[in-house]
């Protein structure tokens, strides 16, 4: 049991270039969040799905897309990466429904945009 | 405007003392409240969570909560250098669909000197 995988790790980027943020969970989890992290900062919500099939916009949604793919894998996509976006990339994942739901984290993905 | 706000410290306590941990949230409509802490280069995990006034204690770790002041307070008793790391609180409000989003506050760095 895995728990929150993401990949990569590590990226660097040049302002302009694309790529996208993977991110998978094996709980059989239905909601699913991405967050970035900024030095000093707390986490910020960029996108979430409450169930498959379905997407909404978070706190700092500018510059990004999701998909989410299935129920168990949800994809963060930057299509034209600049600078502001490097940060640290969390994604999170719960049950869904509950107010006492818990959030699990993944590792994180470090994105520098150069 | 959702806000969370936390004691910016850094806070340094010495091995053995009392570590307190304050945050205060904006949405008297909030329900659920988190202490997450966050190891250098690591991703948040959940510590405790509240959800009614009060105390709530677990191990070394009590939350205590007050609506009314809109207040949730986090003290590390016996405080050892493991716990040093940065903790965030969190709160949830319902957003759409079944999904709760969480607000985080930018968190507090805690060092516990042996």
């Known amino acids: 049991n895995a728990g929150v995988t993401q990949t990569p790790k590590f990226q660097v980027l040049k302002t302009g270039q694309s790529m996208t943020l993977q991110c998978a969970q094996d709980?059989?989890?239905?909601?699913m969040y991405w967050y970035r992290q900024d030095p000093g900062m707390g986490l910020r919500l960029i996108y979430y799905s409450a169930s498959e099939g379905t997407t909404d916009k978070g706190e700092v949604p500018n510059g990004y897309n999701v998909s989410r793919l299935n129920k168990r894998e949800f994809s963060l996509r930057l299509e034209s990466a600049a600078p502001s976006q490097t940060s640290v990339y969390f994604c999170a994942s719960s049950e869904g429904g509950g107010r006492r739901e818990t959030q699990y984290f993944g590792p994180g993905t470090r994105l520098l945009v150069l | 405007q959702k806000e969370v706000e936390q004691n910016s410290g850094p806070l340094s306590v010495p091995e053995g003392a009392i570590a307190s941990l304050n945050c205060t949230y904006s949405d008297r409509g909030s329900q659920s409240f988190f202490w997450y802490r966050q190891y250098s280069g690591k991703s948040p995990e959940l510590i405790m969570s509240i959800y009614s006034n009060g105390d709530k204690e677990d191990g070394r770790f009590t939350a205590q909560l007050n609506k009314a002041s809109q207040y949730v307070s986090l003290l590390i008793r016996d405080s050892q250098p493991s716990d040093s790391a940065t903790y965030l609180c969190a709160v949830t409000f319902l957003s759409s669909g079944s999904a709760r989003q969480l607000t985080f506050g930018s968190g507090t760095q805690l060092t516990v000197l042996p």
């Open positions: 709980m059989n989890h239905n909601s």
